[in-house]
């Protein structure tokens, strides 16, 4: 049964037929898409193992992930049965919501537990992790020719992506350094850019901004326009997540830095120069006059919901969190589209700042080798292609998966703008953040400081002063200046 789909998968990984071929072929068989899909994924793992890699090296070892609840991991459940066919080797898994997921990862890690060997992790949290030992330098693996298959093309994986997940545990230490301990892998990220409600701007003749000061005016407008609606969305609660989004996206594409880093290695506060003025006042003044009405509690969550709702006309946030706000019930489901947001007009190009899901492996764990079959294997091309076509892995790591006419197809049929946006935010995409132990620390009293301004408790001015000053003192006590 299904001996002719097959030889047509076949044949398409093998690269002998192109995708209308498949289609055609797999059209004329009665296949679904779904299905066709399926043995395709099917044939990618069969050439797999006929790569010349020993992938059965560890046959009959059980390995235990730890997983944060998310589209990402429904991809690796939905595809981990090719992986055990593959390997021979066996997976258990727990999965927790993200607001218990962190808390269980530390516990794990600092109690020294060997229950899981390999988990999620965010980029920012490995600087915690790796300086305490808690997870292991993967350049050792990846650059052993005898522990990882001549398929899996780390430099394919985007460069940006790749280097925000190395660091040389030295506070200040560039990240993707020469010396950089490769601390996780990337499964996808997410880069921040501007998702808007293609239905409120073409009711109201308003044009997608192109810069800061065409935000600000485009966010008065569309609130003026929205009723009992706001014209951004933006976070806002006192946490170090409402820094890393849309604001330092826009803040650093003007050349700013949250630290600077001297000759000697110390660092000191750059959050109160002149060019910082400016951008702090102008993104007050839009929160001010055109955000939500309680701003100070919005996290991820309130940002996208309102914009799936059409409450706000449009956000500068996560574009993985306008794509699932384009889908579902959400009542502007595909009404939303996205757009590429360069905040400062003399920049070459956008510079999100990026959030990364990763794989990373306890120190703890009594199976290395055989987690890193595992950790290469979702990782690498064929998964995240599975996870593109079939799932919801986006934004992918590999540029390989960026490059498939089948993944820019879907996205581009019900996601206006949205590769365009990827393809010209990515060369740029990278984590902008000063690698340090103090760094969730500093950015939520940043945040904090950010409401103050956002209330008039303080005026931008003395509030960067105010900060400045704190941040200093703390890297002080903590040697860091």
């Known amino acids: ?14 690269k002998k037929i192109g995708r209308r071929d498949l289609i055609k072929g797999m059209s004329a068989l009665g296949v679904s898409t779904a299905l066709a899909s399926t043995l395709v994924n099917a044939a990618a793992t069969r050439a797999l193992a006929q790569n010349g890699f020993n992938w059965r090296a560890h046959e009959g070892t059980t390995i235990k992930l730890l997983l944060n609840q998310h589209p990402y991991t429904d991809a690796m459940i939905a595809n981990i049965e090719n992986f055990k066919s593959l390997t021979g080797m066996n997976v258990e898994y727990d999965v927790f919501p993200e607001d218990v997921y962190f808390d269980k990862v ?34 050792e693996y990846i650059m052993d020719p005898s522990k990882t298959n001549p398929d899996y093309n780390w430099e394919d994986v985007l460069e940006g992506v790749r280097k925000s997940c190395a660091w040389n545990g030295r506070p200040g230490g560039a990240l ?26 073409d009711a109201n003749s308003l044009s997608v901004p192109t810069d800061l000061d065409s935000l600000v005016d485009t966010a008065a407008a569309a609130k ?27 803040y650093a594409n003007f050349g700013q830095s949250d630290l600077t880093v001297g000759g000697d290695g110390t660092l000191s506060a750059a959050m109160n120069t002149d060019v910082s003025r400016n951008f702090h006042s102008k993104w007050v003044e839009m929160i001010q006059n055109s955000g939500a009405p309680d701003w ?46 360069k905040a400062n007009p003399a920049a070459a190009a956008p510079t999100p700042n990026i ?18 079959y595992f950790l290469q294997w979702v990782t690498g091309p064929e998964h995240q292609l599975f996870g593109a076509q079939d799932m919801d892995l986006v934004n992918p790591a590999r540029s390989s998966v960026w490059a498939d006419e089948m993944f820019r197809n879907k996205l581009s049929a019900s996601y206006s703008g949205y590769v365009e946006m990827h393809d010209v935010s990515a ?51 903590a040697g860091l200046r």
């Open 1 to 14: 049964m299904y001996d002719k789909e097959k030889q047509l998968a076949e044949d398409f990984v093998a």
């Open 106 to 139: 530390t516990a794990a890690l600092s109690s020294g537990s060997s229950e899981y060997d390999a988990f999620m992790s965010g980029a920012y949290m490995t600087w915690t992790y790796g300086p305490a030992g808690w997870i292991d330098d993967l350049n």
């Open 176 to 201: 993707g350094s020469d010396d950089a301990m490769q601390w996780c892998i990337p499964l996808a990220y997410e880069q921040n850019n501007l998702t808007y409600n293609k239905r409120v701007f």
């Open 224 to 250: 003026a326009a929205m009723g009992d609606g706001y014209g951004i969305g933006v976070r806002g609660s006192r946490s170090w997540a409402t820094i890393h989004p849309g604001f330092l996206s826009g």
């Open 296 to 341: 100070s509690t919005h996290t991820w969550y309130q940002v996208g919901t309102d914009v799936g709702a059409g409450k706000s006309a449009m956000m500068f946030d996560a574009d993985i969190l306008g794509y699932f706000m384009n889908g579902g019930d959400n009542a502007e489901a595909g009404n939303l589209a996205f757009s590429a947001f």
């Open 355 to 372: 959030w990364i899901w990763a794989m990373a492996m306890s120190s703890f764990s009594t199976k290395k080798d055989a987690t890193w």
């Open 427 to 477: 060369p740029g995409a990278s984590i902008k953040f000063t690698a340090q132990p103090l760094f969730f620390d500093l950015t939520t009293e940043w945040a904090a400081m950010l409401q103050r301004m956002v209330a008039g408790e303080v005026p931008v001015d003395e509030g960067l002063d105010m900060l400045a000053e704190s941040v200093n003192s703390q890297l002080a006590e």
